[in-house]
């Protein structure tokens, strides 16, 4: 049987902060364990790699609020009852069909945008002792700062766990026919039957346009006003 529903779920926004968000949390690992080679990758890359992770982060909470249906966070975000009742049927490989995230892959996403969040943030509060000092640092006191310091290398941790989870329920959607990595690259979801969550925009695209202006230029002055 051929698809038959075709909806677009992921607006051109949503699909330039996930991979500008991919890209800038490589940069963001990848810096940790080369800036100690000398003239590679000093540490303030890292902290800008930090820096434009905020900006995404502030782009997509307010996205979140401010953007397509699909994107809101209150048409993916599910109470615990509904949440467990697809776990039960995922687990029995009968899960129902979503256009935006399914009750599990909402609050996966909340939990990594939290951690990245802190990550972020918490950086702006630390130094490396010797050549740099993130735009915060000492704003809270030096006994604040070294706990931070210690959350935010245990969160690293946290967020490869996370990032590991993320790419293992890609595998297991693909699996069960659903390709969600092609859907964020193209925007489209095909189903053989409407989703559960089906819903009509009701914004129009001149105003969801002058919508992203704005959210963009807030977290454009976030990221310059932290750069500079």
């Known amino acids: 049987m051929r698809d038959k529903v075709a909806i677009n779920v992921w607006d051109i926004w949503i699909r330039l902060f996930h991979w500008g968000l991919v890209a800038a949390v490589l940069m963001s690992f990848y810096t940790t364990k080369t800036s100690g080679v000398p003239f590679l990758f000093p540490v303030e890359v890292h902290a800008q790699a930090g820096y434009l992770i905020l ?35 995922l687990i029995k490989r009968q899960p129902g069909s979503y256009a935006s995230h399914n009750p599990l892959g909402g609050w996966m996403v909340v939990v990594m945008l939290l951690s990245l969040s802190f990550q972020a943030a918490s950086g702006l509060f630390l130094s490396d002792d010797i050549f740099f000092q993130a735009p915060l640092y000492g704003l809270l006191g030096e006994g604040v700062g070294s706990q931070l310091r210690t959350l935010h290398q245990w969160n690293s941790d946290l967020l490869i766990i996370l990032i590991v989870l993320h790419l293992v329920g890609l595998v297991v959607h693909r699996l069960l026919g659903e390709p969600l990595l092609t859907a964020m690259l193209a925007g489209n979801k095909r189903f053989r039957q409407q989703p559960i969550d089906a819903r009509n925009e009701t914004l129009d695209a001149s105003t969801l346009r002058l919508r992203a202006l704005g959210v963009l230029l807030i977290a454009a002055g976030v990221v310059l006003w932290l750069w500079f």
Do not use: D, E, H, Q
């Not at 900006?55 to 997509?60: A, P, S, T």
């Not at 209150?74 to 009852?81: E, H, R």
């Open 55 to 89: 900006g995404l982060l502030v782009f997509r909470c307010l996205w979140g609020v401010l953007g397509s249906i699909y994107a809101r966070f209150n048409t993916f975000l599910y109470p615990p009852s509904k949440t467990a009742a697809y776990s039960k049927a």
